[in-house]
């Protein structure tokens, strides 16, 4: 008996998320049951199962009480929502990569500051990394094939995140910089954390990976 | 060319009309929190929406905040809150007056509205400030009222609200002194509520320090056990600094007027929460209700900010988001309304007699059917609706649809009406 709200994303970390919310207790079995339906309930824990992207608004506005998500996630939309643990899972990279016949003319252009197209589902990242660097680009949001766009002429370069590298060798991309590495966190609403502690406190001691925090 | 010209006739993005019923209880919640605020001795004031940019100093406020010129191209913003326009005039208008100052407000504030976000461009927020005081009592009395004008509106704690207090110089006074170093990294990820790289920058810590900077911020408990003030006492031990033990003394302090207003029981402490405004020194409290995500009001001490308008006054305050309060409130009555139906003489003498009676008398000179009587009323609220009948009666219907008339006098309608 919890009494919280887990928001769970679908996709890349679902298996993940389970596993860690299942070592900490909570009855996540019900969520492989049924595929298609979209809120769970057992023993007095709810989950709902969401895009990636909009676990952190589910959680922001207190929709749900806790959540799991990506770190590339948080970082991309800055959401109001206390981050409370890093679950060491789905461990992936926030990348900039270009065609690899172009790459060293991309990095050249960057190097003189020409402006470069850039495609990312992932736009505050990339601007904020260009940025960084002390450059502009021109950047491309788009919502899903990301790594179609240098191949037909759309962008220069994309910024896009890969865990494995695969898709990236299959379309020909080279890794151009790395920006950031990503895992999964679990992230909770401002007032649920509060008002809900004790419930939630029992929840991360559950999840709390053995001797990591050692040092 | 008959082109119809575009033409932008709704409100802005962010902004709207209130209508009834949500403007009544917006406008009766108002009146009320200010009674309450009356009770505990605060003035209300009222400072102009715009103010010079330079007055405001919170980088996040003032990127959020709505600029405009003056015949001067000085930039001008209309206020995103009211902690800062108030401070601005406890150290000009009231210079002559001996603080401390313990003013009021009730003001709608303005900020730049994230599209797809549900946030308001424009919303109300009412208030108080204590001024010209830095003593633990004036933080516990500003929370106590809190309490008091969340309780008056109806909120039970704990069940339906808590007020989470910490206190910022507590953490930040321990880091100074023990990891004066990462300080500065680890303020700004406890700042942005980032408690995993809090954990990750304390690896790089002696091992009891480490564990200090790690765990002081994940201390939250109710405020009336003193668990979590004894665990950050322990954490903090003999590394802690004058500070940070300063810190815990006077959150000690506001705890013990706490429980002598009777109102303990509806605070949590957290150590973690260091205020949302770089202003805040020391106590800092949000309000949280159960079922909305967001804060409904929050406050703190803010010892500094009247230094940059040349006096060195020590201040506390919060404010109430007053859309978010009315959004959790329990569901009330509508005030009793009285529809008059008839354009005769009769009729209005009828509807001055009971309103002399202390009846509530919407008199509509139309001369409605039934039906539409009953639709009008209900449109606007009313439960009743009657009609002048002979010399001395009146007929009275409920307004609910298909409902059934008596005959009553106009001496007997308060009975009914004011039920």
Request: some cysteine; aromatic content about 6%; proline content about 6%.
């Amino acid at each position: 008996m919890s009494g919280l709200r887990v928001a769970v994303p679908k996709g890349a970390i679902f298996e993940d998320a389970l596993r860690a919310l299942g070592g900490a207790g909570l009855p996540v079995g019900v969520l492989r049951e049924n595929g298609r339906r979209l809120v769970y309930e057992a023993n007095g824990t709810e989950f709902i199962v969401s895009r990636p992207s909009d676990v952190p608004v589910f959680v922001e506005y207190g929709a749900a009480d806790v959540g799991v998500v990506g770190k590339d996630v948080l970082e991309e939309q800055e959401p109001n929502v206390v981050e409370l643990r890093d679950l060491g899972t789905g461990a992936c990279r926030m990348i900039l990569a270009a065609p690899a016949a172009e790459a060293a003319e991309v990095e050249e252009a960057i190097e003189r500051a020409e402006i470069v197209r850039v495609a990312t589902k992932f736009p505050r990242t990339a601007r904020r990394y260009f940025e960084n660097r002390g450059r502009q680009a021109e950047v491309i949001a788009l919502h899903g094939s990301i790594e179609l766009a240098p191949l037909v002429g759309l962008a220069e370069c994309i910024v896009d995140l890969t865990a494995t590298g695969t898709t990236l060798r299959e379309n020909d991309l080279v890794v151009l910089d790395e920006i950031s590495s990503s895992t999964a966190r679990v992230i909770a609403n401002r007032g649920a954390y509060r008002l809900k502690n004790p419930e939630i406190s029992v929840l991360l001691k559950a999840m709390q990976p053995e001797g990591i925090l050692g040092g | 060319m008959d082109r119809l010209p575009t033409r932008k006739f709704t409100t802005t993005p962010g902004t709207r009309d209130i209508l009834p019923p949500e403007s009544t209880r917006l406008l009766d919640a108002q009146d009320r929190v200010r009674e309450r605020f009356r009770m505990f001795g605060f003035r209300e004031v009222v400072t102009p929406a715009l103010e010079y940019a330079e007055v405001l100093e919170e980088p996040k406020l003032r990127d959020t905040s709505f600029k405009l010129f003056d015949p001067d191209n000085q930039t001008l913003l209309l206020r995103p809150e009211m902690t800062t326009p108030i401070a601005r005039l406890a150290a000009q208008s009231l210079a002559g007056s001996p603080p401390p100052y313990r003013l009021s407000y009730s003001l709608p504030v303005y900020r730049r509205a994230s599209v797809g976000r549900g946030q308001s461009a424009e919303f109300h927020q009412a208030g108080v400030e204590v001024v010209g005081s830095g003593s633990p009592a004036e933080d516990a009395g500003t929370i106590a009222l809190l309490v008091d004008v969340l309780q008056t509106l109806g909120l039970r704690a704990p069940e339906d609200f808590a007020v989470v207090l910490g206190q910022s110089a507590f953490y930040g006074g321990f880091l100074r002194h023990a990891a004066p170093e990462a300080a500065p990294r680890l303020l700004a990820a406890l700042a942005a509520k980032d408690l995993v790289r809090v954990d990750e920058l304390s690896r790089g810590l002696p091992k009891r320090i480490g564990a200090a900077v790690r765990e002081m911020p994940r201390l939250v408990g109710p405020a009336a056990d003193g668990s979590v003030l004894d665990e950050a006492a322990r954490y903090a031990g003999d590394l802690a600094g004058g500070e940070a033990v300063a810190a815990l003394e006077n959150l000690r302090e506001i705890l013990a007027h706490l429980d002598a207003h009777g109102c303990l029981g509806a605070a949590i402490l957290d150590l973690g929460l260091i205020g949302r405004r770089d202003y805040y020194t020391g106590a800092v409290y949000e309000v949280y209700a159960s079922g909305l995500g967001f804060t409904v009001a929050n406050g703190g001490r803010y010892d500094n900010l009247l230094r940059r308008f040349g006096k060195d006054l020590p201040a506390t305050g919060f404010a109430i988001s007053l859309e978010r309060l009315i959004s959790v409130l329990p569901h009330e009555e509508a005030a009793p309304l009285l529809v008059l139906v008839g354009a005769s003489v009769e009729a209005t003498r009828t509807a001055n007699e009971l309103r002399s009676s202390g009846v509530p008398v919407l008199q509509l000179a139309e001369d409605l059917t039934p039906e539409d009587a009953s639709r009008y009323a209900r449109s606007v609220d009313a439960a009743w609706i009657c009609y002048p009948a002979g010399p001395d009666g009146l007929k009275l219907v409920p307004s609910e649809a298909g409902s059934e008339f008596v005959l009553v006098s106009p001496e007997g309608v308060a009975g009914e009406v004011l039920r």
